[in-house]
């Protein structure tokens, strides 16, 4: 029952409610953009990055704001990065104000797991790991979803390590209100060193640990209840 609509059609309509989310979409100069109808260009170049589509399919002759070069220049010039990291928190931040999001979650639990994948084609990026590719090479990429349904992060081109915790404390922060204090991972991510960082950095570290018979586990305090079912909701102190 949902409408068909186009993805750029979606992007723009987002950007109408979340201005802040556009204008984190700054020239790599530092300078102040003079382009006239930026945001329509960067709702293409958002569009072609998401589909893995290119440019192609959203060049349209005639229309300023989406002329090959145009695309190309923004493209360049405004999608690094730092603009993607500054611009993330907007959507986050809106995505806990929707009430069917609240129902989901508080928005303070997180997911953390690594994805791996054989490249087939000769690149800087990708590593040799029998663990996982054999006698081929490949490369990681690591996600992390609230309990609001909502991407916090992405971080791609990791060379493949055993231990992938200790990567999302570089991950893109939402707003204070809404960053997550209780990460979830696998039993890959486990040592007694990550929890002790995590619990350092102020935050809750569960991981589904297997073989629990073989391992030992500790409190830091013997009178705090961790209870499993409370997903987004932590005591306050």
Avoid at 36 to 53: E, P, Q
Avoid at 207 to 223: K, S, V
Wanted: glycine fraction near 10%; charge should be neutral; charged fraction near 20%.
């Amino acid at each position: 029952m949902l409408p068909r609509v186009s993805v750029p059609e979606v992007i723009l309509e987002v950007m109408s409610w979340l201005p802040g989310f556009v204008n984190a979409f700054t020239s790599v100069s530092g300078g102040r953009t003079r382009l006239a109808d930026l945001h329509v260009t960067v709702a293409a170049c958002l569009s072609a990055h998401a589909m893995n589509i290119g440019f192609d399919p959203i060049v349209k002759k005639g229309v300023a704001a989406l002329e090959r070069d145009r695309i190309s220049h923004v493209d360049q010039n405004y999608m690094g990065s730092e603009t993607y990291q500054a611009a993330n928190p907007f959507l986050v931040d809106g995505q806990a104000g929707i009430d069917l999001a609240q129902r989901w979650g508080g928005g303070l639990v997180a997911g953390i797991d690594g994805m791996r994948f054989v490249v087939p084609v000769p690149s800087i990026y990708a590593r040799p790991n029998r663990k996982y590719f054999g006698p081929d090479r490949g490369v990681t990429w690591l996600n992390m979803l609230s309990d609001q349904a909502i991407g916090l992060a992405a971080e791609g081109h990791l060379r493949c390590p055993t231990r992938l915790a200790t990567h999302d404390r570089r991950r893109v922060q939402p707003g204070p209100e809404t960053a997550p204090r209780r990460d979830h991972r696998d039993t890959g991510s486990y040592s007694d060193l990550v929890f002790g960082l995590t619990h350092l950095l102020g935050k809750e570290y569960r991981p589904e640990l297997a073989d629990l018979p073989d391992q030992r586990t500790w409190r830091f305090d013997r009178d705090a209840n961790y209870d499993s079912g409370l997903y987004g909701v932590l005591p306050t102190e």
